[in-house]
């Protein structure tokens, strides 16, 4: 399955506290089953939190499935990239 990286701008998200940024994942996770009840391909691996923007990895089969747990959820998906390819330090000695 396609795996995307979503940038979102969300201020002030990163001096968001504990219980904030929990009642968000809970919001997304609500979305995301919601989604997959209706048979949509669509996960939610994690996400970074930094400054005004959060980074998320999702798995799912199509860019547009991003954008309607976008819509649905309210947080904005600003750049959706799918992912190439994954390096790591490993990747030098293979």
């Given at each position: ?38 048979h949509k391909d669509i ?52």
């Open positions: 399955m396609p795996k995307f990286i979503i940038e979102r701008d969300i201020p002030e998200i990163g001096s968001a506290d504990a219980d904030a940024l929990k009642a968000a994942a809970a919001k997304s996770n609500a979305v995301l089953a919601e989604m997959q009840s209706e996960a939610w691996d994690y996400s970074y939190v930094a400054g005004d923007k959060t980074f998320c990895v999702y798995n799912c089969a199509n860019a547009d499935l991003i954008e309607e747990h976008s819509q649905r959820s309210g947080f904005p998906a600003s750049i959706v990239t799918e992912v190439e390819a994954q390096i790591s330090p490993a990747t030098a000695k293979s």
